[in-house]
């Protein structure tokens, strides 16, 4: 079993920023890429952005400039840094990981149970 826990949101005003973390732990040889998505009310889920176990990352056109993605390969955790945080960035925020648990086994796919993140004055 992986388990995936995101911590750092929270009510946040416009301008302000944050830094969200998804700590990856349980069976896991390796992770391979680590992403983050958000789900406002009534819309559907957004990619916002991965990286991979060497660093490389891709973003979502929509957060270039003002999203970034790190990780921690030493603890299994991924960070996003949200900067110039917008009221329509409100939304649950959720990790997900692609690890493998064995050298010899094939990739699976985690998600994390997501942090609220509300932009509000």
């Known amino acids: 079993q992986v388990q995936l826990v995101e911590s750092g949101g929270g009510l946040v005003q416009p301008g302000g920023s944050l830094i969200l973390s998804c700590s990856a732990s349980?069976?896991?040889?390796?992770?391979?890429?680590m992403g983050w998505y958000r789900q406002a009310p009534g819309k559907q889920r957004e990619f916002l952005a991965f990286?991979?176990?060497?660093?490389?990352?891709k973003y979502a056109d929509s957060v270039k400039g003002r999203f970034t993605i790190s990780r921690d390969n030493t603890t299994s955790t991924s960070f996003l840094q949200i900067d110039s945080l917008k009221p329509e960035d409100t939304a649950v925020y959720s990790c997900?990981?692609?690890?493998?648990?064995?050298?010899?086994?094939?990739?699976?796919?985690?998600w994390g149970q997501g942090t609220q993140v509300t932009v509000s004055s």
């Open positions: 997900n990981a692609l690890t493998v648990a064995t050298i010899h086994s094939p990739p699976s796919d985690h």
């Open positions: 349980g069976d896991i040889f390796s992770i391979s890429a």
């Open positions: 990286i991979t176990n060497v660093g490389n990352s």
